[in-house]
């Protein structure tokens, strides 16, 4: 089991930023990647952004790419998603995941993740 806590969200004007972090404890040898997806009111959740654990090789949502930016801690077990130039469609519940699924390649589908952090809300403003 891997257990997952968010924290960093809350509200933000168009514009602006914000850094979530998410750190893992439990079974941290046993994933290969960590992700950070969202889910908007009445829309299904979808990917943002993952990073492979070992490489720290990132790949991203093109509705994010050159805004958002996910990193991680490797001694911490800890993935951060700092988000810049927020925009009021960014807001959303933001859920960080981990799955250990294969190295080869990135991994952006829910499905191939296996476990859940609780999620944390994020709000924009315009």
């Known amino acids: 089991q891997v257990q997952l806590a968010e924290s960093g969200g809350g509200s933000a004007q168009a514009g602006g930023s914000l850094r979530l972090s998410c750190a893992a404890s439990?079974?941290?040898?046993?994933?290969?990647?960590m992700g950070w997806f969202r889910q908007a009111p009445g829309k299904e959740r979808e990917f943002v952004a993952t990073?492979?654990?070992?490489?720290?090789?990132?790949f991203y949502a093109d509705s994010v790419k050159g805004r958002f930016t996910i990193s991680r801690d490797y001694a911490k077990n800890t993935v951060y998603l700092q988000m810049s130039s927020l925009k009021p469609e960014d807001t959303a519940v933001y859920y960080c995941?981990?799955?250990?699924?294969?190295?080869?390649?990135?991994?952006?589908?829910?499905?191939?993740?296996?476990?859940w952090g609780q999620g944390t809300q994020v709000t924009v403003s315009s």
């Open positions: 990073i492979r654990w070992n490489s720290g090789d990132t």
């Open positions: 439990g079974r941290t040898f046993s994933f290969n990647h």
């Open positions: 995941a981990t799955s250990g699924r294969s190295r080869d390649f990135y991994r952006n589908q829910l499905w191939e993740y296996d476990y």
